[in-house]
Protein backbone atom coordinates (compact mmCIF):
# COMPACT_ATOMS: atom_id res chain seq x y z
CA UNK A 1 0.00 0.00 0.00
CA UNK A 2 2.93 2.78 0.81
CA UNK A 3 4.78 1.18 -1.89
CA UNK A 4 3.62 3.91 -4.54
CA UNK A 5 2.47 7.59 -4.41
CA UNK A 6 0.24 10.78 -5.80
CA UNK A 7 1.50 12.40 -8.98
CA UNK A 8 1.41 16.25 -8.47
CA UNK A 9 -1.04 16.31 -11.22
CA UNK A 10 -3.21 14.14 -9.67
CA UNK A 11 -3.30 16.52 -6.60
CA UNK A 12 -3.85 19.74 -8.45
CA UNK A 13 -6.73 18.47 -10.26
CA UNK A 14 -8.50 16.99 -7.40
CA UNK A 15 -7.68 20.64 -5.80
CA UNK A 16 -9.46 22.37 -8.69
CA UNK A 17 -12.28 19.83 -8.70
CA UNK A 18 -12.78 20.23 -4.78
CA UNK A 19 -12.94 24.32 -4.65
CA UNK A 20 -15.12 24.33 -7.95
CA UNK A 21 -17.32 21.87 -5.85
CA UNK A 22 -17.45 23.62 -2.67
CA UNK A 23 -18.31 27.09 -4.92
CA UNK A 24 -21.24 25.32 -6.09
CA UNK A 25 -22.96 23.58 -3.06
CA UNK A 26 -20.29 23.83 -0.14
CA UNK A 27 -21.54 25.40 3.60
CA UNK A 28 -22.60 28.91 2.93
CA UNK A 29 -19.57 30.83 4.19
CA UNK A 30 -17.44 28.20 2.38
CA UNK A 31 -19.32 28.47 -0.83
CA UNK A 32 -18.79 32.14 -0.48
CA UNK A 33 -15.17 32.01 0.11
CA UNK A 34 -14.54 29.74 -2.77
CA UNK A 35 -16.86 31.64 -5.13
CA UNK A 36 -14.87 34.75 -4.96
CA UNK A 37 -11.73 33.13 -5.72
CA UNK A 38 -13.36 31.31 -9.15
CA UNK A 39 -14.87 35.04 -10.20
CA UNK A 40 -11.87 36.36 -10.20
CA UNK A 41 -9.26 35.14 -13.13
CA UNK A 42 -6.25 36.87 -11.39
CA UNK A 43 -7.00 36.12 -7.98
CA UNK A 44 -7.75 32.20 -8.89
CA UNK A 45 -4.44 32.10 -11.14
CA UNK A 46 -2.81 34.06 -7.52
CA UNK A 47 -4.13 31.08 -5.63
CA UNK A 48 -3.00 28.08 -8.41
CA UNK A 49 0.87 29.18 -8.28
CA UNK A 50 0.59 29.53 -4.01
CA UNK A 51 -1.40 26.06 -4.11
CA UNK A 52 1.35 24.59 -7.02
CA UNK A 53 4.03 25.29 -4.63
CA UNK A 54 2.32 24.24 -1.32
CA UNK A 55 1.40 20.91 -2.69
CA UNK A 56 4.91 20.17 -4.67
CA UNK A 57 6.15 19.95 -0.88
CA UNK A 58 3.91 16.73 -0.79
CA UNK A 59 4.06 15.45 -4.45
CA UNK A 60 7.83 15.25 -4.02
CA UNK A 61 8.06 12.81 -1.26
CA UNK A 62 9.19 9.16 -2.37
CA UNK A 63 6.99 7.58 -0.23
CA UNK A 64 2.55 7.87 0.47
CA UNK A 65 3.71 7.95 4.30
CA UNK A 66 5.75 11.22 3.62
CA UNK A 67 3.56 12.80 1.14
CA UNK A 68 0.86 12.34 4.29
CA UNK A 69 3.26 13.99 6.90
CA UNK A 70 3.86 16.77 4.80
CA UNK A 71 0.27 17.41 3.93
CA UNK A 72 -0.30 17.11 7.69
CA UNK A 73 2.62 19.93 7.35
CA UNK A 74 0.90 22.09 4.87
CA UNK A 75 -2.65 22.03 6.82
CA UNK A 76 -0.43 23.53 9.65
CA UNK A 77 0.65 26.27 7.85
CA UNK A 78 -2.84 26.78 6.22
CA UNK A 79 -4.53 26.75 9.77
CA UNK A 80 -1.55 29.13 10.94
CA UNK A 81 -2.14 31.81 7.71
CA UNK A 82 -5.79 32.20 7.99
CA UNK A 83 -6.00 33.01 12.14
CA UNK A 84 -5.83 36.56 11.78
CA UNK A 85 -8.56 37.20 9.54
CA UNK A 86 -11.16 34.30 11.80
CA UNK A 87 -10.10 36.77 15.11
CA UNK A 88 -11.02 39.92 13.30
CA UNK A 89 -14.28 37.95 12.26
CA UNK A 90 -15.18 35.97 15.38
CA UNK A 91 -14.23 38.87 17.93
CA UNK A 92 -15.74 41.61 15.61
CA UNK A 93 -12.47 43.66 15.50
CA UNK A 94 -13.28 47.00 14.12
CA UNK A 95 -11.64 50.94 14.12
CA UNK A 96 -9.21 51.77 15.86
CA UNK A 97 -8.21 48.23 17.45
CA UNK A 98 -8.57 46.73 13.53
CA UNK A 99 -5.67 48.90 13.28
CA UNK A 100 -3.69 48.59 15.71
CA UNK A 101 -3.85 44.55 15.23
CA UNK A 102 -2.66 45.13 11.54
CA UNK A 103 0.30 47.32 12.68
CA UNK A 104 1.31 44.71 14.96
CA UNK A 105 1.17 42.12 12.00
CA UNK A 106 2.33 44.58 9.33
CA UNK A 107 4.06 47.58 10.54
CA UNK A 108 3.66 51.24 10.09
CA UNK A 109 2.55 50.39 6.39
CA UNK A 110 -0.35 51.69 4.23
CA UNK A 111 -3.35 50.28 6.77
CA UNK A 112 -5.87 49.73 3.72
CA UNK A 113 -2.76 48.03 1.54
CA UNK A 114 -2.61 45.58 4.35
CA UNK A 115 -5.96 45.00 4.65
CA UNK A 116 -6.26 44.03 1.13
CA UNK A 117 -3.05 41.93 1.33
CA UNK A 118 -4.46 39.66 4.20
CA UNK A 119 -7.58 39.20 2.83
CA UNK A 120 -6.16 38.08 -0.44
CA UNK A 121 -3.98 36.10 1.61
CA UNK A 122 -7.14 34.74 3.45
CA UNK A 123 -8.85 33.67 0.38
CA UNK A 124 -6.30 31.55 -0.81
CA UNK A 125 -5.10 30.17 2.64
CA UNK A 126 -8.72 29.01 2.77
CA UNK A 127 -9.32 27.52 -0.83
CA UNK A 128 -5.99 25.65 -0.09
CA UNK A 129 -7.00 24.30 3.36
CA UNK A 130 -10.45 23.09 2.01
CA UNK A 131 -7.91 20.96 -0.86
CA UNK A 132 -5.75 19.55 1.63
CA UNK A 133 -8.43 18.33 4.33
CA UNK A 134 -10.46 17.25 0.59
CA UNK A 135 -7.00 14.97 -0.45
CA UNK A 136 -6.43 13.62 2.70
CA UNK A 137 -10.44 12.36 3.57
CA UNK A 138 -10.74 11.14 -0.31
CA UNK A 139 -7.62 10.08 -1.53
CA UNK A 140 -5.60 9.27 1.63
CA UNK A 141 -8.10 8.33 4.23
CA UNK A 142 -6.12 9.95 7.15
CA UNK A 143 -8.00 9.84 9.84
CA UNK A 144 -5.75 12.06 11.56
CA UNK A 145 -6.81 15.08 9.36
CA UNK A 146 -10.36 14.57 10.88
CA UNK A 147 -11.01 14.84 14.62
CA UNK A 148 -7.16 15.40 15.65
CA UNK A 149 -7.05 18.20 12.95
CA UNK A 150 -9.77 20.21 14.32
CA UNK A 151 -9.07 19.87 17.70
CA UNK A 152 -5.31 21.73 16.45
CA UNK A 153 -7.55 24.34 15.33
CA UNK A 154 -9.91 24.88 17.74
CA UNK A 155 -6.33 25.13 19.99
CA UNK A 156 -4.83 27.21 17.60
CA UNK A 157 -7.74 29.71 17.60
CA UNK A 158 -7.23 30.21 21.45
CA UNK A 159 -3.99 30.44 21.09
CA UNK A 160 -4.27 33.20 18.64
CA UNK A 161 -7.00 34.82 20.34
CA UNK A 162 -4.99 35.13 23.88
CA UNK A 163 -1.91 36.44 22.05
CA UNK A 164 -4.33 39.17 20.42
CA UNK A 165 -5.94 39.81 23.55
CA UNK A 166 -2.84 41.02 25.37
CA UNK A 167 -1.46 42.89 22.46
CA UNK A 168 -4.57 44.69 22.21
CA UNK A 169 -5.64 45.56 25.81
CA UNK A 170 -6.30 49.28 26.30
CA UNK A 171 -8.18 49.85 28.97
CA UNK A 172 -7.08 48.77 33.03
CA UNK A 173 -9.22 46.06 32.99
CA UNK A 174 -8.40 44.58 29.80
CA UNK A 175 -4.60 45.38 31.37
CA UNK A 176 -5.31 43.31 34.13
CA UNK A 177 -7.12 40.42 32.04
CA UNK A 178 -3.91 40.75 29.84
CA UNK A 179 -1.32 39.85 32.58
CA UNK A 180 -3.40 36.70 33.55
CA UNK A 181 -3.17 35.76 29.59
CA UNK A 182 0.24 36.71 29.47
CA UNK A 183 1.11 33.64 31.91
CA UNK A 184 -1.40 31.32 29.93
CA UNK A 185 0.39 31.67 26.31
CA UNK A 186 3.53 29.12 27.26
CA UNK A 187 1.14 26.58 28.80
CA UNK A 188 -0.98 26.98 25.59
CA UNK A 189 2.03 27.11 22.61
CA UNK A 190 3.37 24.22 24.62
CA UNK A 191 0.31 22.31 24.18
CA UNK A 192 0.16 22.84 20.43
CA UNK A 193 3.42 21.80 20.06
CA UNK A 194 2.74 18.34 21.87
CA UNK A 195 -0.46 18.15 19.49
CA UNK A 196 0.88 18.61 16.66
CA UNK A 197 4.37 16.68 17.01
CA UNK A 198 1.57 13.64 18.35
CA UNK A 199 -0.29 14.60 15.10
CA UNK A 200 2.65 13.81 12.72
CA UNK A 201 3.41 10.73 14.53
CA UNK A 202 -0.03 9.05 13.94
CA UNK A 203 -0.71 6.20 11.79
CA UNK A 204 -3.41 6.77 9.09
CA UNK A 205 -6.01 5.43 10.74
CA UNK A 206 -5.93 7.03 14.09
CA UNK A 207 -8.59 6.10 16.52
CA UNK A 208 -7.11 4.24 19.19
CA UNK A 209 -3.49 6.02 18.88
CA UNK A 210 -4.99 9.38 19.00
CA UNK A 211 -7.71 8.75 21.64
CA UNK A 212 -4.66 7.06 23.89
CA UNK A 213 -2.90 10.64 23.59
CA UNK A 214 -6.28 12.62 24.36
CA UNK A 215 -6.77 11.17 27.19
CA UNK A 216 -3.39 11.76 28.60
CA UNK A 217 -4.19 15.51 28.22
CA UNK A 218 -5.29 18.49 30.63
CA UNK A 219 -8.24 19.80 29.24
CA UNK A 220 -8.65 23.43 28.66
CA UNK A 221 -9.94 24.27 32.65
CA UNK A 222 -7.04 21.97 34.24
CA UNK A 223 -4.92 23.99 31.84
CA UNK A 224 -5.99 27.09 33.26
CA UNK A 225 -6.27 26.11 36.84
CA UNK A 226 -2.37 25.37 36.51
CA UNK A 227 -2.15 29.19 35.29
CA UNK A 228 -4.12 30.51 38.10
CA UNK A 229 -2.63 28.15 40.46
CA UNK A 230 1.01 29.18 39.58
CA UNK A 231 -0.04 32.92 39.03
CA UNK A 232 -0.68 32.95 43.24
Known amino acids: MFGWVYKHERFMEESERCVEATA ?14 LEQPIAYQRWLSDHD ?3 RCVSVQSKLEHQMQALRRSTFSLIHRKALFGYLRDQHVVGVRRQRLFALFYGPRDY ?6 EHGSYLRSNSSYLCTRFLADELMHDGAMQGPLQ ?3 EWYAEYFKVFCDSALADTQEEKDAATSLSA ?3 LLKHRLNETRSAILGLPR ?4 AWRDWELRQPTGDTVKLRVGFGAR
Not at 24 to 37: F, K, N, T, V, W
Open 184 to 186: LQP
Open 112 to 117: VGSVVA
Open 151 to 153: LYE
Open 24 to 37: RSGRPEQQLLASRI
Open 53 to 55: RLI
Open 205 to 208: QAGD
